[in-house]
T-cell receptor
């Protein structure tokens, strides 16, 4: 069974600064995806970024980038130039790619507060 | 294009009552999922449906049943609600193409069982 660990329950960052959210996972699979989802106070789950394990290049989406260390099974999210709208819960998720039966396993989440 | 819709948004039940949470997607996705979210626990998978006509248990299926009515709709039923089922419930549907996999989530249902 896969596990996803987010060991920091809460973090705070000053507006315009950079923050890194940590995530580790455990798996014996070789073909998988990793995700970061954002859940703002509205409760809507929003995909922030996706990384395919076979790709060595770290994924980037505007101010969001990941540091994917496959051997260490680590998948951290870096948010640059933090904005007030980044205040949310962030969930790391893992999915072995098994076609139609693919399922996500989520970490427990981290609450990020961006201070003005 | 509404994406994934869920009804109701809020519900209060008494212990022992039953109810069905409805979910529909208009993205022609084959796979659909039901999760529950509890404080400090992240999202946990209750049931999923890889395609129309099939359903499988997830991590926490006890006390729930599901129906994949057609490709668009996937409902979750609580036959006899218990206070332990107080939670926020999310439905999701997913693309399956390699390289662009994404689960799309509905807005959630906050359920309180007293």
């Amino acid at each position: 069974a896969q596990t996803v660990t987010q060991s920091q329950p809460e973090m705070s960052v000053q507006e315009a600064e950079t923050v890194t959210l940590s995530c580790t996972y455990d798996t014996s699979e070789s073909n998988y995806y990793l995700f970061w989802y954002k859940q703002p106070p509205s409760r809507q789950m929003i995909l922030v970024i996706r990384q395919e394990a076979y790709k060595q290049q770290n994924a980037t989406e505007n101010r969001f980038s990941v540091n994917f260390q496959k051997a260490a099974k680590s998948f951290s999210l870096k948010i640059s130039d933090s904005q007030l709208g980044d205040t949310a819960m962030y969930f790391c998720a893992f999915m072995p790619y098994t076609g139609a039966n693919s399922k996500l396993t989520f970490g427990k989440g981290i609450t990020l507060s961006v201070r003005p | 294009n509404a994406g994934v819709t869920q009804t109701p948004k809020f519900q209060v039940l008494k212990t022992g009552q039953s109810m069905t949470l409805q979910c529909a997607q208009d993205m022609n996705h084959n796979s659909m999922y039901w999760y529950r979210q509890d404080p400090g626990m992240g999202l946990r998978l209750i049931y999923y449906s890889a395609s129309e006509g099939t359903t499988d248990k997830g991590e926490v299926p006890n006390g729930y049943n599901v129906s994949r009515l057609n490709k668009r709709e996937f409902s979750l039923r609580l036959e006899s609600a218990a206070p332990s089922q107080t939670s926020v419930y999310f439905c999701a549907s997913a693309t399956q193409g390699a390289g662009n996999y994404e689960q799309y989530f509905g807005p959630g249902t906050r359920l309180t069982v007293t």
